[in-house]
C-alpha cells in the first residue's frame, strides 16, 4: 500500500509547457546592452548629456519663431468667451449674496443680541488676555461673538497685506 507511483503524463501539451526544450547556456541573453563599453565611450557619452544639459540651461533652444503662435480668437470664439465669463461672474454674485444671508442670520442667532450668544471664558489664560486687548483695547477675559469676527477681519487684512508685500519689487 506504501510505494504507489503515479504514472506520468505523456502528452504533448504537458511536455511543451512543463519541460523547456532549450537550453540556457545556448540561449544568449541580453541584459542591459548587448556589448561592454569602455571607459573612453562612456567619458563620449556622458559629455554628450552635459553638452545637451548646459544648452538647455543657457536657454539656447529659445529662439524666435520656433515655437506655435497661437491664432487669436474668432468673433464667435469671443462672443462664447464673453458670455461664459458674464454667467461665471453672474454666478459668483449670486454665492456671495447666499453667503451674507447665511453670515447675517448666523449673527442674528449667536450675536451679542441674540438670546444663545457666542462668548468664550479664558480667566487663566494670559496670552489670550494679552492678544485681545491687543485686538479690542480692553482687558477682558472673555471672547465675544463681536471680538472674534473682529479678529477675523484684522487677520484676513494682514494676509492681505502679507501676500501684498510679497509681491512688491524691492530697488536695488
Known amino acids: ?6 504514472p506520468k503524463p505523456t502528452s504533448s501539451f504537458f511536455t511543451s509547457v ?5 537550453s540556457p547556456a545556448e540561449e544568449e541573453l541580453v ?4 556589448q561592454i563599453k569602455t571607459m573612453d565611450e562612456i567619458r563620449v ?6 553638452d545637451k544639459l ?20 474668432s468673433l464667435d470664439e469671443g462672443r462664447a ?9 453672474k454666478d459668483i454674485a449670486r454665492i456671495r449674496g447666499k453667503l451674507k444671508g447665511l453670515e447675517s442670520t448666523i449673527d442674528k442667532r449667536i450675536g451679542s443680541e441674540a438670546p444663545n450668544n457666542f462668548t468664550w471664558h479664558f480667566k487663566k489664560r494670559p496670552k489670550l ?11 477682558k477675559n472673555f471672547v ?10 484684522i487677520k484676513a487684512k494682514l494676509e492681505l497685506e502679507g501676500a501684498d508685500e510679497y509681491f512688491e519689487e524691492t530697488e536695488d
Open 31 to 34: 541584459r542591459g546592452q548587448a
Open 144 to 153: 465675544t461673538y463681536e471680538d472674534y469676527k473682529l479678529a477675523l477681519d
Open 81 to 89: 468667451v464673453i458670455k461664459d465669463r458674464q454667467k461665471m461672474l
Open 45 to 50: 557619452d556622458v559629455e554628450e548629456q552635459v
Open 18 to 22: 512543463y519541460v523547456p526544450t532549450y
Open 129 to 139: 488676555r494679552k492678544a485681545l486687548k491687543a485686538i479690542t483695547g480692553k482687558a
Open 1 to 6: 500500500m506504501g510505494d504507489t507511483k503515479k
Open 54 to 73: 548646459t544648452s538647455l540651461l543657457s536657454g539656447d533652444f529659445l529662439k524666435e519663431g520656433k515655437y506655435h503662435q497661437p491664432r487669436p480668437l
